[in-house]
């Protein structure tokens, strides 16, 4: 017999955690059944864990030279590490009155 296949989504293990979790405040648990839970809110824990680090790791950038031309690919783990040459998502300036306006993707390529 082929080995199952995990058709575990980040999603649906975080709506579980959510469940045990107010399972657990509720108090109504007997001691057996909590460990249960708790082992299984584990489990889920450590697959959301490697889930985002998988993702973490895809989620790349290009880092530009000090010209603008493209050096290769960086890693992004936090917003705040997003090179300052990448524009603004809130505002841009318009070229033809030199005002602030909304972010518009378009303007990007």
């Given at each position: 017999?082929?080995?199952?296949?995990?058709?575990?989504?980040?999603?649906?293990?975080?709506?579980?955690?959510?469940?045990?979790a107010a399972q657990m405040e509720t108090g109504d648990l007997p001691l057996d059944d909590l460990?249960?839970?708790?082992?299984?809110?584990?489990?889920?824990?450590?697959?959301?864990?490697?889930?985002?680090?998988?993702?973490?790791?895809?989620?790349?950038?290009?880092?530009?030279?000090?010209?603008?031309?493209?050096?290769?690919?960086?890693?992004?783990?936090?917003?705040?590490?997003?090179?300052?040459?990448?524009?603004?998502?809130?505002?841009?300036?318009?070229?033809?009155?030199?005002?602030?306006?909304?972010?518009?993707?378009?303007?990007?390529?």
């Amino acid at each position: 017999m082929p080995p199952k296949k995990n058709t575990q989504t980040f999603e649906s293990a975080l709506q579980r955690i959510e469940q045990i979790a107010a399972q657990m405040e509720t108090g109504d648990l007997p001691l057996d059944d909590l460990v249960v839970v708790y082992e299984e809110g584990l489990q889920l824990i450590r697959f959301c864990s490697a889930r985002l680090e998988e993702a973490e790791k895809r989620l790349q950038t290009i880092t530009r030279d000090a010209a603008g031309q493209p050096q290769g690919l960086a890693t992004i783990r936090n917003p705040e590490e997003i090179p300052s040459s990448t524009p603004s998502e809130t505002s841009v300036t318009d070229d033809s009155s030199g005002t602030v306006g909304p972010f518009d993707p378009a303007r990007l390529f």
